[in-house]
């Protein structure tokens, strides 16, 4: 296929695009289908905690990296940011130039969804930059095909995701959640912890039977009217033992985030980060501080819940 080759001149100029990380209320997990994914139930919700990744004008594609576990990160084609340049410049029929750095404020390999924020923030960066001015809908596709959590990132806020995760519904929530992280220096390859999944539930998770693989009733309840202390108890993750099961010491970080009071503890997604839901932002901090003096995790975040998906920074 011929290509258009997009002159770097001084109308292109550098797009710096923020996309937050996120956070499953609810993971309900089926057993493995035939395309070797799980059917899931995800409750999402998008936190404060931000990647942002700079697309500037560039002869191929190079991708630079900093910011907390940025050693752990791929810098080549293997990069979820730098896939998705691939794919927009495929499907518009561009030359991919472009040169990308990723500000890393999601825990690597968390189960915080980090890499698909990169992906989702680098189309939208990339669309920006190229002038392609795709739309919504369209970005939607190229997020779902670079990975499950991808279109989430470029949605944000709080969403039900069904299908691999990726065909979403908006959630009608009232207020924030403040939320306390406690984050483990090694990570969890989401792959291992889908197939350690299987070894014990071939029927599918404790939670994707009991809810009937809908999205659990009281927690929408709890959303809808902003009732962060009926919605602490409603968290639930299918993943959750495979997890523990991994890095038994997150069975101290849940005990000591519910002993500080938080409202519901889980680990997010396929782990290792705990989520700790506070009553406000005070207790979320004071959460946080006693998961550090407890030495149960390696860092700790405080965020709010519920913030906008991939977005363009002005200026
Ligand atoms: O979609 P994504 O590439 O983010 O998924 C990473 C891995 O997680 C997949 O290769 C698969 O092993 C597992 N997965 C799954 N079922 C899902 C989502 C992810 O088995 N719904």
């Known amino acids: 296929m011929n290509r258009l080759r997009i002159a770097g001149t001084q109308e292109q100029h550098a797009v710096c695009v923020r996309a937050p990380g996120k956070v499953n209320l609810a993971l309900l997990v089926g057993s493995q289908g035939a395309d070797g994914y799980h ?28 910011g907390a576990g940025a050693d752990q990160v791929p810098r080549d084609e293997t990069n979820l940011a730098w896939r998705a340049a691939l794919l927009l410049a495929d499907h518009v029929g561009l030359e991919p130039d472009v040169a990308l750095s990723i500000d890393k404020g999601v825990p690597v390999a968390g189960g915080m969804a980090g890499g698909s924020a990169d992906a989702a923030a680098a189309l939208v960066a990339c669309d920006a930059l190229w002038g392609t001015a795709l739309g919504r809908g369209e970005l939607l596709e190229l997020a779902a095909e670079l ?62 039977r009991a809810f009937g693989h809908e999205p659990p009733t009281a927690m929408m309840a709890a959303l809808r009217a902003g009732d962060a202390h009926a919605l602490g108890p409603a968290l639930c993750n299918d993943l959750e033992a495979t997890a523990v099961a991994a890095q038994p010491v997150l069975v ?3 005990r000591v985030a519910r002993r500080a009071g938080a409202l519901g503890a889980i680990v997010s997604g396929s782990g290792p980060t705990v989520a700790a839901l506070g009553r406000s932002q005070q207790h979320a901090t004071a959460i946080a501080a006693a998961l550090t003096a407890a030495g149960v995790v390696d860092t700790v975040a405080c965020a709010v819940g519920g913030v906008a998906g991939a977005r363009v920074v002005p200026g």
């Open 147 to 208: 990975g499950s959590d991808v279109p989430f990132c470029l949605v944000g806020h709080t969403a039900v995701g069904t299908g691999r995760g990726h065909v979403l519904s908006p959630v009608m929530t009232r207020g924030r959640q403040f939320w306390a992280f406690g984050m483990q220096s090694a990570g969890l390859s989401t792959a291992r912890a889908f197939a350690a999944f299987d070894e014990d539930n071939a029927e599918g998770g404790t939670w994707w």
């Open 252 to 254: 101290d970080a849940l």
């Open 39 to 66: 059917p899931l139930v995800s409750v999402f919700q998008a936190v404060s905690l931000y990647e942002e990744v700079v697309a500037a004008p560039g002869s191929g594609v190079s991708l630079s990296v900093r």
